[in-house]
Nanobody
């Protein structure tokens, strides 16, 4: 059984930085994709960033240049470094794991394994 455990979410002020981490167990990690999605109240869950097995990263336009996603195959974990946070970044952040093809990377339905979420709140 695949398990994903997120950590790092908290309340911060606009302009601050946060680091979210997700540890993945129960599946082969080296050949898979790790991703972050987020969901704000009243909105659909949206793609934030993904890192493929080869280390290549992909970002939503809204976070490009501010967020950096990395993976540690030794620790079977992915980390999302979030800088210059904005109030619009406020959401529940979910870690996801799967093996999407490149064209499906941003589609939440493709990912079969999800964490419970960690709350990020950015105040003005």
């Amino acid at each position: 059984q695949v398990q994903l455990v997120e950590s790092g979410g908290q309340l911060v002020q606009a302009g601050a930085s946060l680091r979210l981490s997700c540890t993945i167990s129960g599946d082969t990690f080296r050949d898979s994709t790790g991703a972050w999605f987020r969901q704000a109240p009243g909105k659909e869950r949206e793609f934030v960033a993904a890192v493929r097995y080869n280390g290549y990263t992909y970002y939503a336009d809204s976070v490009k240049g501010r967020f950096t996603l990395s993976r540690d195959n030794t620790k079977t974990a992915i980390s999302l470094e979030m800088n210059n946070l904005k109030t619009d970044d406020t959401a529940m952040y979910y870690c996801a794991h799967g093996r999407p093809i490149l064209s499906e990377l941003r589609e939440r339905s493709i990912y079969k394994n999800w964490g419970q979420g960690t709350q990020v709140t950015v105040s003005s």
